[in-house]
């Protein structure tokens, strides 16, 4: 969320957020994802198009998830909806302390997906490139 608003200057829209999960807890998905936001989504899923395969069920699995994790960020004030429906994080209470790399590989790529995400046009683009319908 952090790194969409300080590329775009909006909030993250919900219909990007649910692909948060699904991209970033996937091994295999995220150890292919690009090294730089000087890339897009469009590039780097044309480099592998086979990423897209069961993306769609993944992220109909992963919906619960996403939508709990946002509804516990809204109730402990971490999170709040603008009127168009966008997310934004409202409070950092720290840094994350931990040694496991797969954490901190999690929290960077986060970073980049949500760059990626705002360099790669509007959701309906991006749900069009990974193969996905609304």
Known sequence: ??????????????????????????????????????????????????????????ITNFLPFTRESIMFGIVHDAISIDDMGGLALKQRKGRLKSDDMEIKNCISKSALLGKLLHKSGNPLTIYSILGIKP
């Open 1 to 58: 969320m952090i790194a969409y608003r300080e590329e775009s200057g909006n909030n993250l829209p919900f219909s990007l957020a649910v692909l948060i999960l699904p991209i970033l807890l996937n091994s295999k998905i995220r150890s292919r994802m690009p090294k730089t936001k000087a890339s897009t989504i469009h590039s780097w899923i044309n480099e592998n198009e086979d990423l897209k395969i069961g993306l769609s069920s993944q």
